[in-house]
């Protein structure tokens, strides 16, 4: 298939307007056109227009003659090649092949149906673009504005820069939690990637935090799967404001000052101590291996307890009667920082402890 789109039509000098015709010729050969077809669409184009424009004209003019006298002496059914061509130059077509989608006729812009579907999608998805950018920007200025003691004005180094100082500072006079990694070796790598996750969500939280931990991640060894692990799925994780070693918890700290966290001790966590460790134990176990961390706090005659969740927070009926302790760091972490800063735990341990975890405060229990 072979497209031609015929502009204007010429005859003899006189120029025949309004033929303006799409059409498309068969033929073997895309540089080979029928001429024969083509004259004689056009001719019978040419009678109609030509008759049209004698009646408005006062008389025949020489070029309408001459051209009327080619049409009488010219028959595509005769087979004369020679006077096609003739006849072909005479109406000097201009024509152009039909490599665009759109065409120019009569002064307006055709289209087709493909063109118009596609540029109505596109403008709807410019649209969705521009409301999306626009209520971006009305939540960055709301979330500026709610920022108490923050100018509006501070760029993001200014805040780089203040988060940095917090954290340093937390080092020496905040309080310190502790992150034991070394009990990797029983994780699977799914669970692995989940710690990686979790560990990123706990940074997080921790560089927003009005009152941060100094936290540190100990049996930590650069040559280990989660620390692989850590660098893939984390950005920036080489310089994160924290301390990670290869060394145990138990040479970095005196006994006396640790506390390991477990929801399986007997002694509820009644306040934060700035002179204790906290330890939370890094283990994510979909097998739940019951009482891990307890008994390894209990070997190493380590001080435990658990969240105050049983003395602020009640069992809620659920379909599956599902009620758990079991906490993700990052999730433990948010209720140890909460409580920091507002010394309320039944407000802490909402933040923390999500409703599938089959706990609520009381006054929120239908």
């Known amino acids: 298939m072979f497209g031609v789109a015929v502009r204007t039509v010429h005859c003899g000098g006189f120029c025949v307007p309004g033929i303006t015709r799409r059409f498309r010729i068969l033929c073997g050969n895309p540089r080979r056109l029928d001429l024969k077809a083509a004259l004689g669409v056009f001719l019978e184009n040419a009678r109609s227009m030509i008759k049209g424009m004698e009646h408005k004209l006062e008389g025949p003019s020489p070029q309408a003659e001459s051209c009327l006298l080619n049409r009488q002496e010219f028959s595509p059914e005769h087979g004369d090649d020679e006077l096609a061509f003739e006849s072909f130059q005479l109406l000097q077509i201009d024509t152009e092949f039909e490599s665009a989608r759109t065409l120019q006729m009569d002064g307006e812009m ?25 209520q971006e920007r009305e939540r960055k200025k709301a979330q500026r504005t709610e920022n108490a003691g923050m100018s509006p004005q501070q760029s993001k180094r200014v805040l780089k820069a203040m988060t940095k100082e917090r954290l340093l500072a937390a080092k020496s006079s905040g309080p310190k939690l502790c992150i034991d990694l070394s009990m990797t070796d029983r994780m699977t790598k799914k669970e692995l990637s989940r710690l990686a996750a979790q560990i990123r969500r706990l940074y997080g939280s921790n560089k927003k935090a009005k009152k941060p931990f100094w936290i540190c991640l100990t049996g930590f060894a650069t040559d280990s799967p989660l ?17 990670t070693t290869e060394e145990d918890y138990l040479d970095l700290f005196p006994l006396e000052s640790l506390v390991y966290l477990t929801p399986d ?89 999500s409703l599938g975890k089959g706990y609520v405060i009381p006054n929120t229990v239908e």
């Open 110 to 134: 055709w289209c087709s149906k493909n063109v118009l579907r596609k540029q109505r999608h596109w403008e709807k998805i410019v649209a969705a673009k521009k409301s999306k950018r626009k």
């Open 227 to 243: 620390y692989e692990e850590c660098l893939r799925m984390n950005d920036g994780f080489s310089n994160y404001l924290m301390d």
């Open 265 to 353: 001790s007997e002694h509820a966590l009644e306040d934060i101590d700035l002179d204790k460790v906290y330890i939370i134990g890094g283990l994510v176990d979909e097998n739940i291996q019951k009482k891990l961390t307890y008994q390894k706090a209990q070997e190493n005659s380590i001080q435990t307890a658990r969240l105050p969740i049983q003395e602020y927070m009640v069992k809620n009926a659920n379909a599956k009667n599902y009620h758990s302790e079991i906490l993700a760091i990052n999730q433990v972490f948010d209720i140890l920082s909460t409580y920091v800063e507002t010394q309320n735990w039944p407000e802490a341990l909402k933040t923390g402890v």
